[in-house]
């Protein structure tokens, strides 16, 4: 019998890291309009660039999936119907909502897929079975549901399911959480989380003062479920999302083509080779991260998925230096910089497919031709030509 392979569902927190995505293998993407989302701090699209964005992908047989996944009161409400009609007439794949008033409103506006946001914390076979009556097409599960329990729920509701396979996780439940709205009067459930499960509490144990602990308790580790994609596709989970739309294109990128290369290889060979899967785990530390862990994937996380550390302390962090506008053996390669790095400097190009291609940038020069000692950010430069780098491809060095 055919097997049932997932998707690779993508952030998307801008038009450029979109394009990005799908470049490198992502099978779908989700983004955020203006509105209704829950990522208000990131770059969201205009109704132009959804429009773009949704072309750019179907062009290359990728979906786009729009978030609409903020709790409404009725007056926010009432601007929804505008906006359904317009995602309608771009043709986007899916909505992804949690407030049963918005998944009742797309219903009787539109035949656009809904897909049931993580927020619904939905956890369950009769959940998933309710939101199937309500005219769901999708869950997206809560994340503290295991891959097995997935499995059941996706058979016995006869509904296709998604889960978290990599990104920042929230300690709350499924990310019903209010720590934000008490702490610095943003609500998390309208998109303005402030991550303050980050910061640093103390524990206050009774003892005197000197003894107070002081701790990053509420701060998880990062969800990374590589080495178990063949679990994911026996129990014929339907799209393995991850997270980040406010992350950065590297982040996009690197995710996009670790996981898709993964998925084609299982797909063909029916296998991982250890040397592979070393070789992606080894790209996935590459991008800014915490300690992974693969939290309730397979059995309930525990304390041993708490970070507790201060932010911003992985291990091996690469930066972005710049992207590739053209490259050809004519005009050279030229870089669009973002980050500035020197002459002699040892930079990698990610390629959409493969191993990264080392450049070590003994001749830069500017667009003129003028050699360059150091590179500046927002500048156009060349460097020479290299086989296997293309258009789009994003450029690295370890910081
Ligand atoms: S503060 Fe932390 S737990 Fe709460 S919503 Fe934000 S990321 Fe999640």
Not at 55 to 71: D, P, T
Not at 143 to 165: H, T
Not at 188 to 201: D, T
Request: aromatic letters at 8%.
């Amino acid at each position: 019998m055919k097997k049932h392979f997932p998707e690779i569902l993508a952030p998307a927190g801008s038009l450029e890291k979109l394009k990005v995505a799908v470049l490198y293998g992502a099978n779908a993407v989700y983004v955020g309009g203006q509105k209704f989302g829950l990522r208000t701090a990131a770059d969201n699209f205009t109704l132009d660039e959804l429009k773009e964005g949704v072309l750019f992908a179907h062009q290359r047989q990728a979906k786009v999936y729009v978030v609409l996944n903020s709790f409404l009161h009725d007056k926010d409400l009432a601007e929804i119907p505008d906006f359904i009609k317009f995602l309608s007439e771009i043709r986007v794949d899916a909505v992804i909502v949690s407030d049963l008033g918005v998944v009742k409103t797309v219903a009787s506006l539109t035949n656009i897929p809904i897909h049931i946001s993580t927020q619904a914390s939905t956890l369950n076979v009769e959940a998933a079975k309710f939101w199937k009556s309500v005219g769901a097409t999708r869950i997206v599960l809560g994340r503290e549901v295991s891959v097995k329990e997935a499995g059941l729920i996706k058979r016995e509701a006869q509904i296709e399911v998604e889960m978290f396979i990599h990104g920042s996780m929230c300690m709350a439940y499924s990310g019903n959480c209010v720590i934000s709205n008490f702490t610095q009067g943003r609500d998390s459930n309208r998109g303005g989380c402030a991550h303050s499960c980050r910061f640093e509490y103390s524990l206050d144990l009774g003892l005197d003062s000197m003894e107070k602990k002081k701790a990053y308790f509420m701060s998880s580790k990062d969800l990374e479920g590589l080495r178990i994609l063949p679990d994911f596709i026996s129990e014929e989970i339907d799209s393995l999302k991850i997270e980040g739309r406010m992350k950065s294109h590297l982040y996009a990128g690197t995710m996009s083509k670790v996981y898709s290369e993964a998925l084609s290889f299982y797909q063909e060979n029916g296998h991982f080779l250890s040397e592979d899967l070393m070789s992606w785990e080894m790209e996935l530390k590459k991008v800014s991260h915490r300690t992974y862990t693969q939290a309730s994937l397979v059995k309930p996380a525990g304390p041993d998925s708490i970070f507790n550390e201060r932010e911003n302390s992985s291990d091996s962090e690469w930066q972005m230096v710049g992207k590739v506008l053209e490259a050809s053996p004519k005009t050279g390669i030229v870089l669009e910089v973002r980050n500035a790095f020197n002459q002699g400097d040892t930079i990698e190009i990610l390629p959409f497919n493969g191993k990264a291609v080392s450049i070590v940038a003994n001749e830069i020069t500017d667009i003129m031709m003028k050699p360059l000692s150091r590179t500046k950010p927002s500048t156009l430069i060349k460097l020479p030509f290299v086989d296997g780098v293309e258009r789009w491809q994003l450029a690295r060095q370890k910081v």
